[in-house]
């Protein structure tokens, strides 16, 4: 049994609509050997992992999947391995539990897939689920005979997860922007995070957020100024001395009066605390351990009383809990050695922040305070005397917590606030030393030891004893208060072909509608039209650079099937999800087979869609892929004016656009809650080349209703639409003509059989006085029917090919794809002698160019679309005898002022070097 390939899903795929993992896993000869039929195999692994029995598999009851691996034969080994798999990931800490198991298309083949919430951690958990199982195999069966210490690796893989997994603070704040219905995207390895998505967006590093002031975490660093601050306000501190060298810890400690504290000046999670000290040796210990952590040392007053942490958020006090150091209660019998591993037993108890406490450890500080009781780890201790083994009651060295939110008196809770405000921390922990907090510290005494910059979140959602609390919400809504955006409008576009136009015009629209527009296109990010990256950037990664653009207040991303295979989508939901048609492309790739296996893929888009789907409603494929949309609407585009769903819809209310015949010729329509809108003339769309370019008129369709459903205005959508034009500069290998020479040149990334035929359409639409030529080639990892389909579909357009191949030929040879494309055109029934191979690109585009004649259209499938476009705009045409003569230029008179002076100037038109006209002046 081994893992042949690993797929990682950041975002909704084809499996769930949040993050998983793929693998496909080959059982080899496991594949006869379902757990029925392995003797001891069930009961092993329920030894070492009895929790898989509160699974519920496909029974939906306790004891599901264990009724699965034991009834009949079983189940097979890459559905266990789902199961382990997720339960592992449990077991550190990790709230997950979808899962699903399909065989692939070998025998003997799985997809596993499982969830995940830390990429790594989802990776590791598989792997050592693997292991797992090989280990409880039969010795004949087993691959090797390594031993495995599944604990230990368990050990360990918690300890990761605890690094790489949010803590509990984070993730209490994740949890409450997500019940907000606010996205988060994670930033690094560790907790810094972003809450919104562009423009709107802030951020969080645990509990220090992007309102959070760099001047007051370094004050609440600093604990002599903190301490100074707070006293200068009149609020209560104890005083303290800060020092270098141990005599002068111990002269400080004289000088306050025993008991002491001594500590750090600069750490935190109690590391190197060391209280009630009440003699000059132990200030001389407990120094050297408070050096450990910082060169400067504090000596203050020790406050008799409990440890309190108060937790302010926007100047409010939030919550508060007693903490309680790490300690064992006495029970006559156990010694405290054992009394620590009872404790530690507690399930709710784990390493670091696995849990919601931490295990005890006996380290320096246990051992120390024992030593200074006159007790060792041997000693029983009498039945029901507690000793304390931490100084601090921090959670994370094994302290327990008491919420005490509801009883705190007033005077303490105005303490709290004011220091927050003193240090200008706008989430700050207050620990409070004070015998009572139900008390006034006026009363009974009591005094600020600390301001925590970051405090942890913890104790107050988990407490050991108490009412949990929801501290993360006031954070989230001091971040973003009510009626505040967190999201930017998200439109994604997908389909087989017309994605980067669609995209391209959309972001037009919305641009000149005053929106800062980040785009994904298959060439590259764009910033408010700027590109900031060259490349295919239709994929989750590119996504994710638009939505954390802080400039950026729309995105318009198109997305690619190649992105969703691989990784899924870069984003939970859209506001708009798009699917232009499903045509034949990319089929035999990716495990994708059939055109209804693209559709599903395509589906996604529209099932992530928050407020509307639209569909080409003349696509069979993508019309049925309404029944799966959570979307508020779904809008349709057809060029069908007697579509009878369509006019349904339309009569219901719906919104549509469709193309309607008139007097004037195509008139794009758009329909909405009983509203008819003609919106613009077809041929008044540049894009459109006069309305002949029917592909580009139903891309203006949904560029148009997409715009509309997202509430722009229907004059800026006319305007955008008017502007819009497929020159190589605004939509690269996008129809993009030059007309410049004695022939139109056309030159189109189409390269499949649906995109060539839209493109062979127009060439028979234009007017042409002489010959059509083509330029024409196919991707080498397309199906050899997919190739021929692609020459049938340009064979009635053309009266002239020369077939070409991409630099790239994707694992074929050259004249494979030369010779299918030539046997395509053949079979429908092109003179051989009208077509010519040469295989590469730049030479066939040169001798295309060549070969045109004043008055025809050359059509180029071109490739590296920039190299193409230079070749063709620089091309010097031999067959051109003589030059045009300037156009003249008259303009009118001009009369200078104050003077009886009159110039007439004239110049002739021609063209710069960039091929813009200007007039070369002359004086009359």
Not at 53 to 79: K, V
Not at 400 to 413: C, F, K, Q, S
Not at 584 to 590: A, E, I, V
């Amino acid at each position: 049994m081994k893992i042949l390939e690993r797929r990682i899903y950041r975002g909704p795929n084809l499996y769930a609509r949040f993050p998983v993992v793929r693998l496909r896993l080959d059982l080899g000869a496991l594949e006869a050997w379902p757990t029925a039929k392995l003797p001891g195999f069930v009961e092993g692994l329920l030894a070492v992992m009895p929790t898989l029995e509160e699974h519920t598999c496909s029974y939906g009851t306790h004891g599901g999947f264990l009724r699965r691996m034991r009834e009949d034969e079983g189940t097979w080994l890459g559905h266990v391995l789902e199961h382990v798999a997720i339960e592992i990931q449990v077991l550190t800490g990790a709230k997950v539990s979808f899962g699903k198991t399909r065989s692939a298309d070998e025998p003997g083949h799985y997809h596993v897939i499982y969830e995940f919430e830390e990429e790594r951690v989802g990776e590791a958990a598989g792997q050592l689920a693997l292991r797992l199982l090989h280990s409880l195999l039969p010795p004949e069966l087993r691959p090797d005979r390594d031993e495995l210490d599944y604990r230990r690796e368990l050990d360990d893989l918690i300890e990761f997860a605890q690094r790489r997994q949010f803590g509990p603070s984070t993730a209490s704040i994740i949890r409450a922007a997500e019940d907000r219905d606010i996205p988060w995207i994670r930033l690094n390895d560790y907790s810094l995070v972003q809450l919104g998505h562009g423009r709107y967006q802030k951020r969080i590093q645990a509990t220090v957020t992007s309102e959070t002031r760099h001047i007051a975490v370094d004050i609440a660093s600093d604990k002599e100024l903190t301490n100074r601050i707070l006293a200068d306000l009149g609020l209560p501190v104890p005083k303290q001395h800060v020092v270098r060298s141990t005599e002068r810890a111990v002269d400080a400690a004289r000088r306050l009066g025993y008991p002491v504290v001594v500590k750090p000046l600069d750490a935190n999670h109690g590391r190197g605390v060391s209280i009630d000290l009440s003699d000059d040796d132990a200030v001389r210990l407990a120094f050297s351990k408070a050096q450990e952590h910082s060169r400067h040392v504090i000596v203050e007053t020790y406050i008799k009383g409990f440890d309190h942490r108060m937790l302010v958020v926007n100047g409010e006090l939030i919550a508060v809990a007693k903490r309680v150091p790490g300690h064992v209660v006495g029970d006559g019998e156990h010694t405290i050695e054992q009394l620590v591993e009872q404790v530690n037993s507690d399930p709710r108890r784990g390493i670091g922040h696995e849990k919601v406490l931490t295990r005890i450890e006996l380290d320096h500080q246990a051992l120390r305070l024992l030593e200074q009781g006159g007790l060792t780890p041997l000693s029983v201790l009498p039945a029901g005397q507690t000793f304390y083994l931490r100084s601090t009651g921090n959670l994370s060295t094994g302290g327990t917590a008491i919420d005490l939110t509801d009883v705190v008196h007033p005077d303490n809770r105005e303490v709290a606030v004011r220091a927050a405000r003193g240090i200008g921390l706008d989430v700050a922990g207050i620990d409070f030393i004070i015998p009572d907090i139900s008390q006034s510290h006026r009363v009974v005494g009591g005094a600020i030891c600390e301001v925590n910059a970051a405090p942890g979140f913890r104790m107050h959602v988990s407490p050991t004893e108490g009412t949990p609390r929801d501290v993360a919400g006031p954070v989230i809504e001091m971040l973003f208060p009510a009626g505040t955006p967190s999201r930017i409008p998200i439109a994604a576009i997908t389909g087989t072909n017309g994605k980067t136009t669609v995209s391209r015009m959309l972001a037009h629209i919305q641009k000149m509608s005053g929106f800062t527009v980040g785009l994904c296109t298959t060439d590259g990010v764009y910033i408010d039209g700027e590109r900031t990256v060259v490349g295919d950037m239709t994929g989750p990664m590119a996504a994710q650079m638009v939505l954390r653009d802080p400039r950026v207040d729309f995105a318009v991303l198109e997305t690619a099937r190649g992105g969703l295979l691989r990784a899924g989508m870069g984003y939970r939901s859209c506001n708009v999800g798009c699917v232009l048609n499903v045509t034949s492309d990319h089929l035999g790739l990716g495990g994708i087979e059939s055109l209804d296996q693209l559709a599903e893929v395509k589906r996604i888009v529209v099932e992530v869609a928050r407020d509307v789907a639209v569909l080409n409603a003349d696509d069979e494929r993508v019309l049925l892929m309404g029944g799966n949309t959570d979307a508020k609407r779904i809008a349709y585009v057809t060029m069908n004016p007697k579509h009878d769903l369509v006019r349904q819809h339309i009569r219901a209310g719906g919104a549509a656009a469709v193309l309607e015949e008139g007097i004037n010729g195509h008139m794009i329509t758009l329909y909405d809650r009983g509203s008819h809108i003609p919106l613009l003339w077809a041929h008044l769309i540049p894009a459109t080349l006069e309305g002949k370019a029917m592909f580009n008129v139903q891309n203006a369709m949904f560029a148009a209703l997409m715009a509309f459903v997202m509430g722009c205005k229907v004059d800026n959508i006319r305007q955008g639409l008017r502007t819009f034009d497929t020159t190589y500069f605004q939509a690269p290998g996008r129809l993009n003509v030059f007309d410049k020479l004695p022939f139109r040149v056309i030159l189109d990334y189409g390269h499949n059989p649906a995109a060539v035929r839209a493109i062979a359409d127009l060439a028979q639409r234009l007017e042409v006085a002489g010959a059509r030529v083509c330029v024409l080639a196919a991707p080498g990892d397309r199906r050899d029917e997919d190739l021929m389909e692609i020459a049938r579909a340009a064979a009635s357009a053309f009266d002239r090919f020369v077939l070409r191949t991409d630099d790239d030929t994707r694992g074929r040879d050259r004249d494979q794809i030369t010779g299918l494309l030539r046997k395509g055109l053949l079979g429908a029934g092109v003179d051989a002698a009208r077509v010519q191979v040469i295989p590469d690109e730049q030479q066939s585009i040169d001798a295309a160019l060549a070969l045109c004649k004043p008055g025809d259209l050359l059509v180029v499938f071109g490739d590296k679309i920039s190299r193409c476009w230079k070749q063709i705009t620089k091309f010097k045409d031999a067959n051109a005898t003589t030059e045009a003569a300037p156009e003249p230029v008259r303009m009118e008179p001009v009369e200078v002022p104050g003077t009886t002076k009159r110039f007439e100037l004239g110049g002739t038109l021609v063209e710069d070097e960039r091929g813009v006209r200007i007039v070369r002046e002359t004086e009359d």
